[in-house]
Every structure is written in C-alpha cells, then in structure tokens.
C-alpha cells in the first residue's frame, strides 16, 4: 500500500525533469562574469518563469543546446555593468540572467535564446539568413551606438528597427523581434510595429520561418490564463 501511495504521489507531482540545471548566484571568472544572488522575493519567481520559458520551445531544442540558466540579482560583464542577460557558447549553452522587481525576465531569457540558436545554425544557413534580414535594414549597424533606450521612433522603425538598439548589431535587432514575439505582453508592440513598417514585418516574418523551419518552436500553442 505504502509503495503504491508513492507511485501516486509521484504521478500527482512529477519530478524536475528539467535537461538543464536551474543555479543562482554563480559566477564565472574565466568569462569576466559576476552574478549575484537574486533576492527572496525574486527567487520564488524563479520556477515559474522556467516553466514558461519551456513551454515556448520544443523539447528537442533545451535537451540538445542548453545546459544551465543562472539567475542574478545583478550580473556584470567585464566592464558592462548595465546589462540584464549574457551567455556563453559551447557545446551546450549556459544563459545567465538578471531577475528583481522588473518584468523583463521572460523577455530577457528569449532574448539570450535567440543568441544561442542563431549561433546553432549551419554557417552557411545563418550566412544567407543574416543577407535576407539585412536587406530590410535601411541603416548600417554600429556597435557604438550609444542609446539603450525604448522610445518608439516612426523614422527609425520606418528603417527597420524597432528600437535604438537594434542598431548595435545585426545580432541585438533579431533577438529583439525574437524575444518580442516569445514574450507574451510585447508581443502586441511587435505586431503593431509590423502593420505599420513593412521593413519590420519582413524581419518578422524571416524570424518565424527560421523558428518554424528549424523546429525550435510548437507549431501551435496553447494560451495560458497569464497570457
């Protein structure tokens, strides 16, 4: 009786079966990167947003390119105090991300996603993406450009991008369209953007067909009552 109670029980509240770890506060000097630990409050948050974050990629893709995402209260990167998310390459990815008070946390773990799967490409498959995206950039890319802001500007959209730093790389300007759309609550501004700027919804409709293509993502998806 006892060992089928378990079974039960087992059944009710299936284990963490999660292909790749969850940590907190851990840092890696070999990479410049210091990590803090995340606030209580904040680390409470820490399951429920993983689960989200699974439930917007097929399995295949967590089990096979990613091995560890570590939160922070604050994350550091060599002399760059100011970003909320890095990682780091291999042959499975870890993905260190910034959690508190803000609600970016989903938005920021897409982003550093799109990161490690546009790296996962076939040189030459992301090559010929990388041509396709750039032909609907109206403006070249400069790593220097100084403005992390998110002010909607009309000519700056009308050109291809959604916000002032997309114009750091051809990198930063799709994971910005790819953590739009995976991000439930910034989805709306993506799509209002691409009724509008047809550059936008060229870049938009590239990043779902590589997703699609590559089977990174469900081909359906169900809403959650969060959504």
């Known amino acids: 009786m006892k060992k089928l109670t378990l079974c039960c029980l087992v059944l009710l509240f299936p284990l963490n079966l999660n292909a790749f770890e969850i940590q907190q506060g851990v840092s890696s000097p070999s990479h410049r990167i210091r990590c803090s630990a995340p606030l209580k409050k904040s680390?409470?948050?820490?399951?429920?947003?993983?689960?989200?974050?699974?439930?917007?990629?097929?399995?295949?893709?967590?089990?096979?390119?990613?091995?560890?995402?570590?939160?922070?209260?604050?994350?550091?990167?060599g002399p760059y105090a100011w970003m909320r998310g890095t990682y780091v390459e291999g042959n499975v990815a870890t993905l260190w991300v910034e959690i508190d008070k803000k609600d970016d946390t989903q938005a920021i773990l897409h982003h550093e996603m799109s990161s490690i799967l546009l790296h996962s490409l076939p040189r030459h498959?992301?090559?010929?993406?990388?041509?396709?995206?750039?032909q609907y950039s109206n403006r070249g890319y400069n790593i220097d450009h100084d403005n992390h802001g998110y002010v909607v500007k009309p000519l700056l959209q009308r050109d291809g991008f959604l916000y002032d730093y997309c114009l750091t790389s051809f990198e930063n300007d799709?994971?910005?369209?790819?953590?739009?759309?995976?991000?439930?609550?910034?989805?709306?501004?993506?799509?209002?953007?691409?009724?509008?700027?047809?550059?936008?919804?060229?870049?938009?409709?590239?990043?779902?067909?590589?997703?699609?293509?590559?089977?990174?993502i469900p081909k359906k998806r169900k809403k959650h009552f969060w959504e």
């Open 43 to 77: 680390a409470k948050r820490i399951p429920w947003e993983v689960r989200i974050f699974k439930k917007r990629y097929n399995d295949w893709v967590l089990n096979k390119i990613l091995k560890k995402i570590v939160f922070c209260g604050k994350l550091v990167r």
């Open 125 to 134: 498959t992301k090559y010929r993406f990388k041509q396709k995206w750039k």
């Open 174 to 216: 799709f994971n910005f369209i790819a953590s739009f759309h995976l991000t439930s609550w910034l989805k709306r501004k993506l799509v209002k953007a691409s009724k509008t700027h047809y550059r936008i919804k060229s870049k938009y409709d590239l990043m779902l067909t590589l997703y699609k293509d590559q089977k990174w």
